[in-house]
């Protein structure tokens, strides 16, 4: 499975982007979907994922503020994101897993700036 982010940009503290990441193929049977992040110097981690059931988590930094959804009809999935912080600043990956035994499947990255 391909995958492709987009959505990224240039937003002031307090702003909203929603990063979307189009696959190409059906995700409906995907077993889990998520975003990382990788912010300069530091290593990648995990923001946030959603199953094929609909149940989602989030890193403690995004929550309340972050949401993750999927569109299984448009083959997208999207990540929602408000009150944005400098912190939030970084090269955001969305990323596939087919079932529990497989490999995750990754897109190229879409760079996110948070700054005034």
């Known amino acids: 499975v391909q995958l492709v982010e987009s959505g990224g940009g240039l937003v002031q503290p307090g702003g909203s982007l929603r990063l979307s990441c189009a696959a190409s193929?059906?995700?409906?049977?995907?077993?889990?979907m998520g975003w990382y992040r990788q912010a300069p110097g530091k290593q990648r981690e995990l923001v946030a994922t959603?199953?094929?059931?609909?149940?989602?988590s989030y890193k403690d930094a995004v929550k309340g503020r972050f949401t993750i959804s999927r569109d299984n009809a448009n083959n997208t999935m999207y990540l929602q994101m408000n009150s944005l912080k400098p912190e939030d600043t970084a090269v955001y990956y969305c990323?596939?897993?087919?079932?529990?035994?497989?490999?995750?499947?990754w897109g190229q990255g879409t760079q996110v700036t948070v700054s005034s």
């Open positions: 990323y596939a897993r087919l079932s529990v035994v497989s490999n995750n499947y």
């Open positions: 193929r059906n995700i409906f049977s995907i077993y889990v």
């Open positions: 959603i199953t094929n059931g609909g149940s989602t």
